[in-house]
């Protein structure tokens, strides 16, 4: 066992801007408390440097990569994913993409990167393209959105989640170039999109910087493909299953409907206030979420069959 040397530990205060120790390093390592007190000095800046960069990535909810059903998605380059786990793209740095129009993997991939890159030491945001785009172009004043883009082009890793859910204008687009060529062969950038990069032209329409953007975010990169069936609509499936064995328990106080009639006569009556109006609407909304969480499946599978070509 070596015995440490003093000057390294006078070193480490100093590094810690522990002035009153350094001046008085000799009385302190003559006590024996010395490296000790660096130790927890160390360890709790650590900590709280920790807790301060997850604040502000903004993470959120995720589903962890370790829960995730590798067999469940009909195409995942596993080990391109896990690659990316090791974060070896943020030193390139590189604009990795996950393309995945179902939603089978991108619920845990972003999040659970984002989540390791800030345990490893780095700064990290997680945004999705809507609330980001939203963000910029809500800005007039010429200095804000400047310190705006500095914002969103500061982190180590900016993880830009659903692009091509919806569409957008060219001033979105346009902002969308500035940020990702502020960021290009800087910074890494995460994407994940329900599109492929060659339709992109129909989530910015008549944006004349699309091609150039996406040269940039497909350049020193690896976009990975997923295709499969919704995870969420697994999950529901699974929530489904799970309370079945409830339902069956129940006591039936009434025979069961062969079905239920198309339309439902619906009087609305005209002098509710404002509040009663909200307070239905409110009730029917919840409705419709529990309605949704029971049987997303059987109501998935009637839309298609209604939507089906009929011979």
Request: glycine share 4%.
């Amino acid at each position: 066992m070596t015995t440490p040397d003093p000057q390294d530990g006078r070193d480490r205060a100093a590094r810690l801007h522990l002035h009153g120790l350094v001046a008085h390093w000799q009385d302190a390592t003559q006590a024996g408390w010395a490296l000790t007190l660096l130790d927890w000095e160390e360890d709790e800046r650590a900590r709280r440097s920790q807790d301060r960069r997850l604040k502000d990535a903004k993470i959120g909810r995720f589903k962890p990569l370790c829960d995730f059903d590798w067999s469940f998605p009909t195409r995942c380059d596993r080990q391109a994913i896990e690659a990316l786990m090791r974060l070896a793209f943020i030193a390139t740095p590189a604009t990795p993409s996950l393309s995945d129009p179902t939603a089978s993997a991108s619920q845990h991939s972003p999040g659970t990167i984002a989540y390791h890159a800030v345990l490893n030491g780095h700064n990290a945001l997680f945004t999705r393209a809507g609330q980001l785009l939203g963000d910029l172009a809500a800005i007039d004043s010429a200095s804000a959105l400047r310190r705006r883009l500095a914002h969103y082009a500061a982190p180590t890793l900016l993880v830009i989640d659903e692009v091509g859910y919806l569409s957008y204008t060219n001033r979105h687009a346009d902002l969308l170039f500035e940020l990702i060529s502020r960021r290009y062969e800087t910074k890494s950038t995460l994407v994940t999109t329900n599109r492929n990069f060659a339709d992109w032209h129909e989530v910015f329409p008549n944006a004349a910087c699309v091609v150039s953007m996406v040269d940039r975010l497909v350049h020193n990169a690896e976009v990975i493909a997923i295709e499969g069936q919704s995870y969420r609509l697994k999950d529901a499936r699974t929530l489904r299953t799970a309370r079945r064995p409830k339902k069956a328990g129940k006591a039936m106080t009434a025979p069961a409907k062969p079905g239920l009639p198309l339309f439902f006569p619906l009087d609305i009556p005209t002098p509710w206030t404002p509040d009663q109006a909200l307070a239905v609407f409110e009730l029917l909304t919840e409705l419709r979420d529990k309605i949704w969480s029971c049987y997303a499946i059987d109501i998935q599978q009637e839309i298609q069959s209604q939507q089906a070509p009929t011979d």
